[in-house]
């Protein structure tokens, strides 16, 4: 017997733990947050989820339109033992400069960056599968069988 649906907290929905169940023939449905390092500062800056993923062309476009393609990528350690690749794109530093958007952009003095994991495409799947009705009746039993154990 194969599992072809998991109701999870978001400790389960991590890139690695999406890919494997992807690999087992499994939908996971759980509840994503994205980890916002930039504390008094969130909201103030355009989001990753505003610039637009281009797989075609390896590259995010920015809300004003500019492209960031791939600059470098590399291997980080994440949560557990197992090393993840990053990739990091990158806009021109002159057109980043000159931009009338720069101030809802990036902090910074040079280009706007975004990261991108090996696992990003899983993530996004989650995010949008998560707005759906299906998504949100299943999660909503979760809480009356699984949650409610714990309540006990």
């Known amino acids: ?11 389960y929905a991590g890139g690695a733990d999406l ?15 994205a980890n916002d390092y930039s504390g ?10 505003q610039f637009e993923w281009q797989p ?15 600059k470098s990528t590399s291997q980080q350690k994440r949560s557990s ?8 794109y990158q806009g021109d530093e002159q057109t980043c400069g000159g ?5 809802k952009c990036t902090p910074g003095k040079g280009a706007r960056t975004i990261s991108r994991s090996e696992y990003e495409g899983h993530l996004e799947s989650l995010r949008e599968r998560m707005k ?3 998504a949100k009746w299943l999660y909503k039993r979760r809480k009356q ?3 409610l154990a714990n309540a006990d």
């Open 19 to 33: 890919a494997e169940a992807r690999t087992l023939g499994a939908t996971v449905y759980a509840p994503w947050q």
């Open 132 to 134: 759906g009705e299906e």
């Open 1 to 11: 017997m194969s599992v072809k649906e998991v109701v999870a907290d978001a400790g």
């Open 81 to 88: 033992t197992r090393r993840i690749e990053l990739q990091m």
């Open 145 to 147: 069988t699984v949650e």
């Open 56 to 70: 075609e062309q390896n590259a995010y476009q920015c809300p004003q339109g500019q492209r960031l393609p791939l």
């Open 40 to 49: 008094p500062k969130a909201g103030k800056y355009y989001a990753k989820e």
């Open 99 to 103: 931009c009338a958007a720069r101030e």
